[in-house]
């Protein structure tokens, strides 16, 4: 195509094609022999809108046949019309010529424009045979044929044309735009003439002529859910979709026949096949590759391969070459002015030590600067860590002030309100250190009458204090048996528990424990204090109630205190009067509730068996008191060999000579037992020692200092392993501060970590430990087994 005729009007679709690079390529499809050649390619120019075919010598004069107004927008999509209409199940036939003269013999023409590598070629075969009879179409059967159909769209009015068979109903129509438009088929109303068309009726029934043409109307009728939307055509496609093509029949003659032409836009690239350009007019010409799709091979059920090598795609592209330069000077006929010229002079000549040097100065000064930058960084990241490591050391020294501090309020506490026996010895080893301080003192400071009269004062002192001690524990005894009691009645009256398997607990209340929970109750409103006249009466006449159903020994005195003091209330006696009375009655139906004969649940909590030959068996004599007691009653230490006394003479003991507090021991042990729950579970050891036990280990045998620091507040010390890969053991063991011994247990190497001497030191406490301990008989296994596998 001439460039000189770019900016000019196209009115060939095919030129139009040529113009955009993107558009597919517009096709007409035959009705004739299947089987005849397409046409060969050939060379299109377009510097008129007619176009001259000089092999045939017949003149083509293109126009457009869809009647779109300037402001319609296109209505093709990327899709090509076959593809339209094949994706809604619809098929149409190919569009032939029509003749103005009937009865003379149609020529093909074909229109082949090429502008650019993407070739638009519409291709249109005639139909050949003359002679059929006027009421057949020609060239084509009835069902076959096409006609182009112009849709209005309401209501804004826009014009759609496309082509359609005629064999086809409007429900097809509707099937088709409903797709086109996105709506639903069945709220689309096709119109023609202003009525509505059925559904059923088709192209054909409505008149419409092969190759004619008729104007429907389209409308939603939801069109506030459905509204009509124009078609939006992309913006590479302007050619139209169907057009008719004028035709010279015969080249002597001035005869014309117009061609309907249907343009099939196929998104496909095709191949740049060159061409060349007039050398007078300067037009050029592009070799235009043929329209007709490649014949399919037949499907002979193998799979084939193409032979088809892959070769390099070329592409051109531009490159900046080298800008030659030039001097132009004044010479014979030729005059330059020298007004602008500059005189340069030349400056110190730098030999190439001199310039060396110079850099090698640059060098170091940028070196300088860089080495300054670095020690910068490494001393702003020192002084960050030295004030994070100062303020860590505060927290840390802070946290270590509050710990002491609540340590020693709730010592404060336990002193001022003694509740447990821990506290009680406590109490007892404060006492006897004041004593041996005072003693110290006296002996130190008098001598003769005046020190006999302060050992006297001392001693009255101390009885004060033991006697002031005593009448703390008394009411603390009773506040713990109330306690006590409450809570085994609770355990009588809780209804039965299981745990699931999906971590759900399971109540379930048995006659048992409902009979335990009425008399908990019952005991409750007995025992309660400050209550009515009234209400009192009503709990003594429900126990009355409740224990006459048993008759023995004990509900009859139950039942005869309980008809006394109901007397003595009649009488209006006072209440401070009854209370030795109704003690007797708490008490006495205490002991009902805890009569497994009266109460079932309560078998299960008592602590003398009902089973006199269990019980036979569980009994030892006790040395100190020389009374019978159960085994619990007796606390035997690793090296026992006989029973010994019981823990309330061996309480005695302590409480008049010794005054030992184990209490520290015992907050040592019992850290040290839940540390080796976390690293193993099957911890034995630990859960094997007892208080004193522990107590031999730390002053003993660890002087009751840290091995690291000597630090001797035992609030402060811990007990952990000395080789973590091993079970912790008396012959495993070091006693450190809780920060050593943190530091301690991330060592993976203790012997490359310490000094040879200390390695020793431990070692040596190891044996002793091991000396001590292997009395035990567990324990002596226990040894045995590690002893193995450390040889192993």
């Known amino acids: 195509m001439s460039r000189e005729n770019e900016g000019k009007t196209r009115y060939s679709s095919a030129e139009e094609t040529a113009d955009n690079p993107e558009t597919g390529e517009p096709k007409v499809r035959e009705e004739g022999d299947a089987e005849d050649p397409p046409h060969k390619e050939r060379g299109v120019h377009t510097a008129d809108s007619t176009a001259t075919e000089e092999n045939e010598g017949k003149t083509w004069e293109p126009e457009v046949r869809n009647e779109r107004s300037a402001e319609d927008p296109p209505h093709s999509p990327a899709e090509t019309l076959e593809e339209r209409v094949v994706s809604t199940g619809l098929s149409f036939s190919s569009i032939t010529s029509q003749e103005e003269d009937e009865g003379q013999t149609q020529d093909s023409a074909t229109e082949e424009t090429a502008d650019n590598p993407e070739t638009v070629e519409p291709k249109v075969q005639e139909e050949r045979d003359a002679e059929d009879p006027p009421h057949k179409e020609r060239g084509v059967h009835m069902a076959g044929s096409t006609a182009t159909v112009k849709v209005k769209l309401l209501p804004d009015g826009r014009i759609v044309t496309a082509a359609f068979s005629t064999a086809l109903t409007i429900q097809d129509l509707k099937i088709y735009f409903s797709k086109e438009l996105k709506i639903p088929s ?27 043409a008729v104007e429907l109307e389209l409308r939603s009728s939801d ?26 029949k015969d080249p002597k003659s001035e005869a014309f026949q117009q061609v309907v032409v249907e343009i099939d836009r196929v998104m496909q690239k095709k191949a740049f096949l060159g061409g060349f350009r007039h050398k007078i007019s300067g037009t050029e010409f592009h070799h235009a590759a043929v329209q ?31 800008n030659t330069t030039s001097t132009q000077m004044t010479k014979i006929g030729c005059y330059v002015s020298n007004m602008e010229d500059k005189v340069i002079t030349p400056g110190t000549y730098i030999t190439a030590d001199e310039y060396h040097s110079k850099r090698l100065k640059a060098v170091i000064v940028l070196q300088t600067y860089v080495r300054q930058w670095q020690a910068r960084r490494v001393t702003d990241r020192l002084r960050k ?58 002996n130190a400071t008098l001598s003769g009458p005046e020190r006999k009269a302060a050992l006297c004062a001392l001693l009255e ?21 109330l306690r006590s009691l409450q809570a085994f009645l609770e355990k009588c009256a809780a209804p039965k528990r299981w745990l699931a398997f999906d971590g759900k607990v399971t109540l379930m209340d048995t006659q048992h424990t409902i009979r335990a929970r009425e008399l908990k109750e019952l005991y409750s409103s007995v025992t309660a204090q400050s209550v009515s006249h009234e209400e009192r009466l009503r709990a003594l006449l429900s126990l009355r109630n409740i224990v006459k159903n048993h008759d023995c020994k004990l509900t009859r005195e139950i039942v005869e205190l309980i008809d006394r003091e109901m ?16 003690t007797r009655i ?89 540390t080796e729950i976390e690293h193993s579970k099957e911890a034995q050891i630990p859960f094997l020692l007892q208080e004193r036990d522990l107590r031999y280990l730390v002053d003993v045998v660890w002087e009751a200092q840290s091995a690291l620091s000597a630090w001797n507040d035992l609030h402060d010390l811990v007990t952990v392993r000395w080789d973590r890969s091993r079970e912790w053991s008396p012959w495993n063991c070091i006693l450190l501060t809780e920060d050593e011994a943190t530091a301690h247990l991330k060592l993976e190497n203790v012997e490359q970590a310490y000094g040879v001497p200390f390695v020793h030191s431990v070692q040596h406490r190891h044996t002793l430990g091991r000396k001590y301990f292997s009395r035990i008989p567990r324990m002596a296994e226990m040894l045995r087994q590690s002893d193995t596998q450390q040889v192993a």
């Not at 499907?299 to 193409?306: A, E, I, L, P, Q």
């Not at 524990?473 to 048996?481: D, G, S, T």
């Open 186 to 212: 069945d709220v689309i109303e096709i119109l023609l003439y202003g009525d509505a068309v059925a559904d059923h009726e088709t192209l054909i029934s409505l008149g419409v002529q092969p190759h004619g």
């Open 223 to 248: 069109p506030t859910g459905y509204p009509i939307r124009p078609l939006k055509q992309q913006a590479e496609y302007s050619t139209q979709d169907v057009i008719t093509v004028r035709v010279q």
């Open 292 to 322: 007709t799709l490649p014949r399919r091979r037949p499907d002979r059920g193998v799979k084939m391969f193409s032979q088809w090598t892959q070769t390099v795609e070329t592409k051109s592209q531009a490159v900046q070459l080298a």
């Open 385 to 442: 860590d030295k004030e994070r490591r100062v303020e860590w050391v505060k927290k840390e020294e802070l946290r270590k002030k509050r710990e002491k501090e609540e340590r020693l309020k709730v010592e404060y506490h336990r002193r001022m309100n003694p509740e447990t026996k821990e506290d009680f010895d406590l109490l007892y080893n404060a006492v006897d250190k004041w004593r041996q301080e005072e003693l110290e003192r006296i």
């Open 461 to 481: 002192q101390e009885t004060q204090f033991i006697a002031y001690i005593g009448q703390h524990r008394f009411a603390a005894a009773e506040k713990n048996r």
């Open 567 to 582: 007397d003595l209330l009649s009488r209006s006696v006072r209440e401070a009067n009854l209370g030795g009375l109704r």
């Open 586 to 674: 708490a008490t006495l139906f205490l002991q009902y509730i805890k009569t497994p004969v009266f109460n079932p649940e309560v078998s299960r909590l008592l602590k003398v068996p009902q089973d006199p030959v269990q019980l036979k068996q569980d009994m030892f004599f006790c040395l100190g008191c020389g009374g019978y007691r159960r085994a619990a009653d007796f606390s035997l230490t690793s090296n026992s060999r006989t029973v010994g006394r019981c823990t309330h003479c061996g309480q005695l003991d302590n409480e008049g000579r010794l005054r030992e507090d184990l209490s520290l021991y015992k907050d040592i042990l019992c850290r040290l037992q839940q």
